[in-house]
């Protein structure tokens, strides 16, 4: 498996990601008519603006078939989306892609970083140090809200790291 940085020829298999992983593995935490709303929202030119203005990583196997996005937003400080392959979790691909996500963050100086969590992952940011705030929603562009955790994690810095 390797990270590398999106470009803008990967915005058909990121779709294709993104829809497949909702669909399998929120499943159990949101009703049918909220996996439709969300997915209905995403099409392949939705990513440009991320492409564009945050951090947006991918990993991808030996066949260089996309198998996760990892997208962290430097001005706001929060990373906006992990988004695994249903064929590729519990193999720690997840954690590589956050990992280098805190990474680049503390390299922008940044020791306190927000996530808006689904539901299914809240166990997830969790096992990696994130702190449960509040529960609140996410406004999708159709109307449709879907309910979500802010979690919030201080990174430690490269001295406190080695300590
Ligand atoms: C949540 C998600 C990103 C985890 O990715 P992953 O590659 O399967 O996770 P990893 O293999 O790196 O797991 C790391 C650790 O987290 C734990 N973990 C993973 N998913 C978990 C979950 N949903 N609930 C509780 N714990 C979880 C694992 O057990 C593992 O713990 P361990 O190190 O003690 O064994 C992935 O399941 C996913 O894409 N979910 C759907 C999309 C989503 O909701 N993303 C979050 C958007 S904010």
């Not at 096992?127 to 430690?156: A, P, W």
């Amino acid at each position: 498996m390797k990270i590398r940085k999106a470009c803008s020829s990967d915005k058909g298999n990121i779709w294709k990601l993104h829809v497949a992983s909702i669909r399998k593995l929120c499943v159990n935490h949101y009703t049918p008519e909220q996996l439709n709303a969300w997915t209905s929202v995403l099409t392949p030119s939705v990513y440009d603006q991320a492409l564009k203005e945050k951090v947006f990583l991918v990993a991808h196997d030996s066949q260089q078939d996309l198998i996760g996005i990892g997208i962290f937003d430097v001005g706001c400080a929060e990373v906006s989306a992990i988004y695994i392959h249903p064929d590729a979790t519990g193999k720690g691909v997840g954690s590589q892609l956050l990992n280098e996500l805190e990474t680049i963050a503390r390299k922008s100086n940044i020791f306190k970083i927000t996530v808006y969590s689904t539901l299914n992952a809240k166990g997830f940011y969790m096992v990696h140090g994130y702190l449960e705030q509040e529960l609140t929603f996410h406004d999708l562009s159709n109307g449709s809200k879907l309910e979500c955790i802010r979690m919030f994690k201080n990174l430690l810095n490269d001295a406190e790291q080695r300590h």
